[in-house]
């Protein structure tokens, strides 16, 4: 059981929204977006809290994970449209991971549309922020 299984149960949840575009890309690659990705699609990053400073091996104690998903549309209108595909792959959903017993899928936050013409055009960026908490049981219980 690692960041990575749940990250994994999180990007199989993502690409299973046929009309979604995520990056990374499936079979890995650079987390970033690649040059000349046109919009729409979602830009994936997660983080997991490190109780006690450390690197916890999270058998024996609750883990919880951070997703942070950057929605991006040509537009606000496609941006909101990209979050709210996301919210429904995600939003109070229960990631099967080995060996783990995963509470559903939590909103922390989100935030407004936000203009970015750093590529050469422009594009709309919500950010959203979720939350997967999991313990150590059977998944999918």
Not at 17 to 38: D, H, K, M, R, S
Not at 89 to 116: N, Q, T
Request: with cysteine; proline share 9%.
């Amino acid at each position: 059981m690692s960041l990575h299984d749940h990250a994994t149960a999180v990007l199989e949840l993502l690409r299973g929204e046929p009309l979604l575009t995520v990056y990374p890309a499936e079979g890995g690659g650079p987390t970033t977006v690649p040059n000349g990705a046109e919009p729409p699609y979602v830009s994936v990053h997660m983080t997991a809290d490190r109780p006690l400073g450390g690197r916890l091996d999270h058998r024996s104690t609750r883990f919880r994970m951070r997703i942070y998903c950057h929605c991006v549309g040509a537009d606000d209108i496609a941006a909101r449209a990209v979050s709210d595909l996301v919210a429904g792959a995600l939003l109070d959903v229960k990631p099967d991971v080995p060996g783990r017993h995963c509470y559903p899928i939590r909103s922390e936050s989100g935030r407004d549309p936000r203009e970015d013409e750093s590529t050469g055009y422009l594009v709309a960026t919500i950010s959203d922020a979720y939350r997967l908490e999991s313990e150590p049981g059977i998944a999918g219980s």
